[in-house]
């Protein structure tokens, strides 16, 4: 499997064999593996059969699907027919159902693989289109694109979406905001609204792409899941429960990538980043911190490294710590485990009273190619609370 770490200016390029791989994840690093792209994504549904194992041959399938971008929402629908397809399922069988935001390019790229294949493009002004689908609490009826209401499975290719109170909502629902439509005024179905519409549709599949709420962050690198949420409103449960798989074993090697600005990049994210790796790692294991430029103000933290001259010193005494400093005890607890390696803009005078050792980055590979185990984890303020998703 090929990783790729961004190290400051440069890249990290590694080659890790899956057996050795005890864990992954994707956060700053980029990787051939895991939820990388939609056809790995359907290969491993969370928590749900395979797509092609969900249809029977005489199905009628809407595959349903929003805008998510660039190249993606070709390569999407593609990778979601060829299941079908493998299913036994006839092209004529399936309709692809898209929004008036749908790319003409991406229709295009599409046809030209499936060129059988019925798009249909909603549209509310065409009545004949459109069938009721039911009455919402608050007494508003709401109509559904005939295609979908009609159909024997639904399909839904998306991203999640923030709802009216700020909460993440499953991708059905920024979907459905261009499928169904009210007849009792002009004013556009709002989330809450949508919510409720999706549930009535039971638990349709979902091709998921996460990454587009925030480009700055480092969920910003599109990444896959498939498989059902059982309602919209546990999306959210959904999205943390991904970062909260327990690993099953420890590796020799940690290697943890993080932010390599001073916001993203301080110490005390340095220490947060320790707490997690020295769970994963073994005794006397080896931990690599790769934080690119990165080069974190010490000095609140200078005097208490000058004086204890082990990693249990700093322990010992760490209760008499303000509490704003105490995140040391982490890094202390993970150096007296394992040997911590550190690549960044420090000097090696300062990596080394830190009870730690500068490495090289053209270093990296030969320590990961001499692991029995390996961890890759990216940035942990950004990814988890609690243990770090395994890659089986």
């Not at 990538?257 to 790692?281: H, I, N, P």
Request: some cysteine.
């Amino acid at each position: 499997m090929l990783f790729s770490i961004a190290c400051g200016s440069s890249e990290i390029c590694l080659d890790v064999f899956p057996e050795k791989l005890a864990l992954a994840l994707p956060a700053d690093f980029s990787a051939d593996c895991g939820f990388a792209t939609p056809d790995l994504a359907l290969d491993n549904p969370d928590d749900y059969p395979r797509l092609d194992q969900c249809v029977t041959p005489d199905d009628r399938v809407v595959v349903a699907v929003d805008r998510i971008g660039d190249n993606s929402i070709s390569e999407a629908i593609c990778a979601v027919l060829s299941r079908l397809f493998f299913a036994g399922l006839n092209i004529s069988q399936v309709v692809l159902l898209v929004g008036n935001q749908f790319p003409q390019e991406a229709k295009q790229a599409v046809k030209g693989k499936f060129p059988d294949l019925q798009v249909k493009r909603n549209d509310p002004a065409i009545v004949e289109d459109s069938c009721y689908l039911a009455t919402l609490r608050n007494g508003k009826r709401i109509y559904l694109n005939r295609a979908l209401l009609e159909s024997d499975f639904q399909i839904f290719i998306g991203s999640p979406s923030r709802g009216i109170d700020g909460s993440l909502v499953g991708p059905e629902v920024g979907i459905l905001g261009g499928l169904v439509a009210s007849k009792t005024g002009d004013q556009p179905l709002d989330s809450d609204e949508l919510e409720e519409a999706a549930t009535l549709l039971g638990a349709p599949y979902l091709l998921t792409v996460v990454g587009a709420l925030d480009s700055t962050s480092a969920l910003a690198r599109k990444r896959w899941w498939s498989g059902a949420w059982q309602s919209v409103r546990s999306a959210m449960a959904a999205h943390r429960g991904i970062w909260r798989a327990r690993a099953t074993a420890l590796a020799d090697v940690v290697l943890v990538a993080t932010s390599d600005s001073e916001a993203g990049g301080g110490f005390k994210q340095w220490c947060q980043v320790m707490r997690k790796a020295s769970k994963l790692v073994t005794e006397r294991g080896q931990i690599i911190l790769v934080a690119g430029d990165s080069q974190p103000n010490l000095l609140p933290w200078e005097t208490i490294f000058e004086r204890a001259g082990e990693p249990g010193e700093v322990l010992e005494n760490i209760r008499t710590l303000p509490k704003e400093l105490r995140c040391i005890g982490w890094w202390a607890r993970a150096a007296e485990k394992a040997r911590i390696q550190v690549v960044s803009k420090l000097s090696s005078e300062t990596v080394s009273g830190m009870f730690a050792h500068e490495l090289n980055v053209d270093q990296i590979a030969g320590l990961v190619n001499g692991a029995s185990k390996v961890a890759l984890i990216g940035d942990f303020s950004k990814a988890i609370v609690g243990s770090p998703i395994v890659v089986d």
